[in-house]
Nanobody, 127 residues
Framework: QVQLVESGGGSVQTGGSLRLACAASGRTFSRRAMGWFRQAPGKEREFVAAITWNGGSTYYSGPVKGRFTISRDNAKNTGYLQMNSLKPEDTAVYYC????????????????????WGQGTQVTVSS
């Protein structure tokens, strides 16, 4: 079983930066790909970024590519999302998620392929 807790959200102005963290409990987190998703009010949950279990590959959605960086530290059982050049349209609740299988080399943008979810952290970007 994997439990995930996000932190690091907050309110920033346009152009600002935030670093989200996803602290995991459970031995299998380090064996699983990790994803970040977000959900704005009235919208569906959308994919933001994903990273393989060993950090060797990453994948970003178009709107965040070049501005956000996903990383992980398996020794600390923690994942991160560095968000730079934030825009008002980045405002949402951000969730981290653990992939359904271990040691997968593929990166998936579909929320249904992730079995473990945190409670979310609010990010608000004002203009």
């Amino acid at each position: 079983q994997v439990q995930l807790v996000e932190s690091g959200g907050g309110s920033v102005q346009t152009g600002g930066s935030l670093r989200l963290a996803c602290a995991a409990s459970g031995r299998t987190f380090s064996r699983r790909a990790m994803g970040w998703f977000r959900q704005a009010p009235g919208k569906e949950r959308e994919f933001v970024a994903a990273i393989t279990w060993n950090g060797g590959s990453t994948y970003y959605s178009g709107p965040v590519k070049g501005r956000f960086t996903i990383s992980r530290d398996n020794a600390k059982n923690t994942g991160y999302l560095q968000m730079n050049s934030l825009k008002p349209e980045d405002t949402a609740v951000y969730y981290c998620a653990g992939y359904r299988t271990s040691y997968s080399g593929s990166l998936d943008y579909r929320p249904g392929q992730y079995d473990y979810w945190g409670q979310g952290t609010q990010v608000t970007v004002s203009s």
